[in-house]
């Protein structure tokens, strides 16, 4: 029977295309078994290749799932940053619905963020949210003084809200009625904001 551990993974492979089947390896053996349970054996053993071939290329399993989160979080960017520059400008009617769809599309990142639990995949994926808020930043038109936390509640909020509809198995009709209340949470909550007077200190 062929499996990935076949002589055909064992070919010699361009650098580039070797470490990106030990990316994918890794991904798919993080989100079966859970990031903690998976070592550097197993993913040689995966994908048909020793042990010091993997680490040729990488030092650890954080290693790998650094390099995974970053290379979909730039993905994730990119699909994001036009529809985040549209909230204030009218031309979307749902704007944060049409970014939670996004982030629930992106089931494998989501997947990923929750596919450990330890002390280590955990700051990592701190890392990650913080990251992305960060990324995101420069695409959303500026929140202004008196919403200084706009940013961040809308980074958790929506990937609470994406993972929940993933957890949950939510079918299309259920994921779109979260993402309308969402986006009628959030832009009830950018027009208060943005009407209310500046908050001074005592």
């Known amino acids: 029977m062929q499996t990935l551990a076949s002589a055909g993974s064992r070919r010699r492979l361009p650098s580039a295309d070797r470490r990106q089947q030990i990316l994918s390896g890794s991904e798919s053996l993080f989100t079966a078994r859970g990031f903690e349970a998976v070592t550097m054996g197993d993913i040689a053993r995966?994908?048909?290749?020793?042990?010091?071939?993997?680490?040729?290329?990488?030092?650890?399993?954080t290693d790998i799932l650094a390099e995974l989160l970053t290379?979909?979080?730039?993905?994730?960017?990119?699909?994001?940053?036009p529809l985040l520059a549209?909230?204030?400008?009218g031309e979307r009617a749902r704007p944060f619905a049409a970014?939670?769809?996004?982030?629930v599309q992106d089931q494998a990142l989501l997947t990923l963020l929750q596919s450990g639990s330890g002390p280590a995949f955990t700051r990592r994926r701190q890392q990650v949210l913080a990251d992305l808020e960060q990324r995101l930043h420069a695409?959303?038109?500026s929140p202004g003084p008196r919403t200084p936390y706009l940013l961040t509640c809308i980074t958790i909020l929506l990937h609470g809200a994406a993972a929940h509809a993933v957890n949950a198995q939510l079918d299309p009709a259920a994921t779109a009625q979260l993402a309308n209340t969402l986006d009628l949470l959030l832009n009830t909550g950018v027009q208060a904001f943005t009407a209310s007077p500046a908050p001074t200190a005592c």
């Open 86 to 89: 549209e909230i204030h400008s």
């Open 99 to 103: 970014i939670l769809h996004e982030l």
């Open 46 to 61: 995966t994908i048909g290749v020793s042990r010091p071939t993997i680490y040729s290329y990488f030092t650890s399993t």
């Open 71 to 81: 290379a979909r979080l730039h993905d994730l960017e990119e699909r994001l940053a």
């Open 139 to 141: 695409h959303l038109p």
